[in-house]
């Protein structure tokens, strides 16, 4: 069954650094999103993209974030200057319309 | 706005006894809705989904989940619990319009054997 992969599993970095969470989507999937889950809460929608643009995006997505596919198959999550409140769960997800498939994840550790 | 609500934060259920996880929905119009399951340090894994049409969907692993408009819920049930089945269990809405899915807190199930 296709997947999505998400690297690394795990990352920890200092406060300020910027970090890139990598996702390899469905490849004939044409939406691909990113969600994060903080310890013990929600998942939480951050932003979606289609057409090589970002088609919505949620207030928790401010100009830290930012989101590419910068070739064919993968798609990035960038955060410029990590903050101690970025430590969190994030999941990548990819879907045709209706049927959406989530990652296994990046624990981001900030500290 | 879409949202969901999942009142309960722990289902406790005998191996066995059948299972039921509570899910409450907001939306505009016709909503999309979804069951997740999310084991420890794993991501989210799709359990089912309704869109339109019959109102019960079966989903995987003998799980399935009853849309009613009028109550404006989707509880996700199981006639016979498994001790495989404890999890943190996730319900999710889309509001026809937008692509984000809206998600509940989650509900911990724990399958007492």
């Known amino acids: 069954e296709p997947e999505v992969t998400q690297t690394p599993s795990h990352q920890v970095t200092q406060m300020g650094q910027e970090v890139i969470l990598r996702c390899v989507p469905i490849?004939?999937?044409?939406?691909f999103y990113w969600y994060r889950q903080i310890l013990g809460q929600k998942v939480e929608f951050l932003v979606s993209f289609y057409n090589n643009e970002i088609s919505e995006k949620s207030e928790i997505f401010d100009d830290q974030f930012s989101v590419e596919r910068p070739d064919g198959s993968n798609f990035t999550l960038k955060i410029r200057s990590t903050k101690l409140e970025d430590s969190a769960m994030y999941f990548c997800?990819?879907?045709?319309?209706?049927?959406?498939?989530f990652g296994s994840g990046t624990r981001l550790t900030v500290v | 706005a879409q949202s969901v609500a999942q009142p309960e934060d722990q289902v406790n259920v005998a191996e066995g006894n059948p299972l039921t996880v509570k899910c409450t929905y907001s939306v505009s119009g016709n909503p999309y809705l979804f069951w997740y399951v999310q084991y420890p340090n794993r991501g989210l894994q799709f359990l089912l989904k309704?869109?339109?049409?019959?109102?019960l969907v079966k989903g995987s692993y003998g799980f399935e989940a009853e849309f009613n408009k009028s109550q404006t819920s989707f509880h996700l049930k199981k006639p016979s619990a498994l001790v495989s089945d404890s999890a943190l269990y996730f319900c999710?809405?889309?509001?026809?319009?937008?692509?984000?899915?809206?998600f509940g807190k989650g509900n911990q199930v724990v399958v007492i054997p």
């Open positions: 309704y869109i339109t049409g019959d109102n």
């Open positions: 490849s004939n999937h044409l939406y």
């Open positions: 997800a990819s879907s045709e319309i209706l049927g959406y498939t």
């Open positions: 999710a809405v889309r509001e026809y319009g937008n692509n984000r899915l809206a």
